[in-house]
Structure formats: structure tokens, C-alpha cells
């Protein structure tokens, strides 16, 4: 921010050469950015920060988004709860680091739980079977045996979170 108030005070512009790399990647960082600074010189009657210093910024919004990974709470779910849902949280979690799984639990004991209020916590339930009615947490179906096609439904679920 100091360099940038300096060039801004100094009226010296600089051209950020990977801006249309960080429009396309980072848009909703870009935009979000741009109507901030929108909306602080109409209020504040302060100078326009021009687009390739929008840009630079958000270069450090985004690098702020990628240290700071929030780790999603998975509940797996299988028939009995027993060798094939204890097989699956290992390939779940060798698989994606980056989420914690909490457990992993037969379906009756997901009902007990449900019933509990003990699983609200939860931000995705990876499962071997459907769940059953009235289960209102996001849900992703996969095979048992934890399959290439269901590791990326997985992430692209994940992504969505």
C-alpha cells in the first residue's frame, strides 16, 4: 500500500503486464476491489486508483485466500460403518489433505446423530449409500472403493463449498 499511495501522491503510473492473466483468474477479487475503490472515491472524493494498481492488489487479496484454507468438517458414510467407511476416510484424507474428517459412521448411527443434533457441524457428507430423507447437508455419492471419477466429483464439490 506504501508504494502504491507513493506512485498515487507522485502521480507516476506504472503498466501491470499480467493484468489480463489476473482479470481472468482472479474476477471476483478484481471486481469486488474495483467497486471498492468506486465506491471510496465518491464518498471520500479521493483519486481513482487506476486498473493495473486494482490489479496489483489483488495479487495480495489473492495470496491472502490461498494461505488461509478453511479446513471442511466430512462425515463418511457407509452401509455398515465398519471396514469399507474406515477404507474410504483413509483414501478421502490421502486424497484431500485439506478437509478434516470428522468421522466415519454406518447410516444408522448417522440417523442417531441426525436425530442428536450432533451433525450440524458438518460441511459435506461423502457416502457410500443415499442418504436417508430429510437430510439437509450437502451429500456427494461415491463409490466404495474411492474411484478417480469420484475423487474429482469430490474436489469439483468441494470447490463449490
Known amino acids: 500500500m506504501c508504494s502504491l499511495l507513493y506512485r498515487m501522491k507522485n502521480e507516476i503510473s506504472i503498466v ?4 489480463p492473466d489476473i482479470r481472468r483468474e482472479y474476477v471476483l477479487i478484481y471486481e469486488g476491489l474495483k467497486e ?4 471510496l472515491q465518491k464518498r ?6 487506476s486498473d493495473d494498481e486494482i490489479g496489483f492488489l489483488t495479487l495480495y487479496f489473492a495470496k491472502y485466500n490461498e494461505q488461509v484454507v478453511k479446513k471442511r468438517r466430512v462425515l463418511i458414510m457407509c452401509s455398515s460403518g465398519i471396514g469399507t467407511s474406515e477404507l ?7 486424497t484431500f489433505p485439506q478437509i478434516e474428517v470428522v468421522d466415519a459412521i454406518s447410516v444408522n448411527q448417522f440417523k442417531k446423530r441426525r436425530l442428536e443434533g450432533a451433525i450440524a457441524d458438518i460441511d459435506l457428507i461423502i457416502t457410500t449409500i443415499n442418504l436417508p ?4 447437508l450437502p451429500s456427494i455419492l461415491v463409490n466404495a472403493i474411492f474411484t478417480e471419477n469420484d475423487k474429482q466429483n469430490v474436489a469439483k464439490t468441494l470447490e463449490g463449498l
Open 36 to 39: 471498492v475503490n468506486q465506491e
Open 133 to 136: 430423507e430429510g437430510s439437509m
Open 44 to 49: 471520500h472524493q479521493l483519486p481513482l486508483i
Open 16 to 19: 501491470n503486464e499480467l493484468l
Open 88 to 94: 474410504l476416510k483413509v483414501k478421502v484424507q490421502n
